[in-house]
């Protein structure tokens, strides 16, 4: 069975004030509300890692990264290694926003670096693929999404691929308030499955989860969940929310 999983992924947003309040607020929700086995995960920025998660203790709610760097160690400023994620305990890591792609010129090639250093430290990559508009529009998302999954993932052992979450997040979907709809949500993830099911077989396609991210919503959160290949969601904006966010993990 694969892992039904919402992680949040706050982006540059919240003072440490006001991320203990959501993280207390979620804590709580989850561990009153939440029955069902959804691994719910945050993606703080990177400062208040350490903080969020000694506040979550034992809770079910994990906490997640939102970058690594593809170097080891050594005179990167700003930078932060898979390896110091790994030894603070943090055992998610997003890898290839579209906003990493977009703003800081991240490529397929760097990404799949990456994911081996996120890998090599013991820590789950949040693999982020997913077309722009004019791709979408000009009808060649599927071959774009699947390049971007194959030179970022495919060079993977089976047994390496299958520690890998998918995050499926259509870039005209992301911060616009324009969701997919779920027919197209379930069109990508198939097409993204059984891309990896011609590589590793159906038993390794059919383990990987994979998220859709782009404006979910509590009022979108059930339909798009409800697709066959549709594994949970990456949230952005709703995550700032303990309400929006919780409601999400419910419909999961
Ligand atoms: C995201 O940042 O991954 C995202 C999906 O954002 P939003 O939910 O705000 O569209």
Redesign the pocket.
């Known amino acids: 069975m694969r892992k039904k999983i919402v992680a949040g992924?706050w982006?540059m947003n919240k003072t440490w004030e006001e991320a203990r309040i959501l993280t207390a607020e979620v804590m709580g929700m989850v561990a009153d509300e939440v029955t069902r086995p959804v691994e719910v995960i945050l993606c703080t920025p990177f400062v208040y890692l350490s903080s969020v998660k000694s506040q979550l203790g034992n809770s079910r709610v994990k906490v997640g990264a939102q970058n690594c760097s593809e170097h080891d160690a050594g005179a990167y400023t700003g930078e932060i290694s898979a390896g110091m994620l790994q030894s603070m305990g943090v055992p998610y890591v997003i890898i290839g926003?579209?906003?990493r792609r977009q703003y800081f010129a991240e490529n397929n090639k760097t990404l799949a670096v990456k994911t081996d250093k996120a890998l090599a430290s013991g820590l789950t990559p949040i693999f982020?693929c997913g077309e722009p508009l004019e791709i979408r529009e000009n009808g060649t998302h599927e071959a774009l999404v699947k390049q971007q999954v194959e030179e970022g993932l495919f060079h993977l052992s089976a047994d390496a691929i299958q520690k890998v979450v998918i995050?499926y997040?259509p870039v005209w979907?992301?911060?616009?308030g324009k969701t997919a709809t779920s027919q197209q949500a379930q069109e990508m993830h198939a097409v993204i499955r059984r891309h990896i099911a011609a590589k590793y077989g159906q038993m390794v396609a059919d383990s990987i989860s994979i998220l859709y991210?782009?404006?979910?919503k509590a009022d979108n959160a059930k339909e798009l969940f409800a697709c066959p290949d549709v594994d949970g969601g990456?949230?952005?904006?709703?995550?700032l929310k303990s309400r929006e966010f919780v409601e999400i993990v419910k419909a999961c």
Do not use: Y
């Open positions: 992924n982006k926003h579209s906003e982020c995050a997040e979907a992301i911060g616009t991210g782009g404006s979910v990456l949230v952005g904006g709703a995550s």
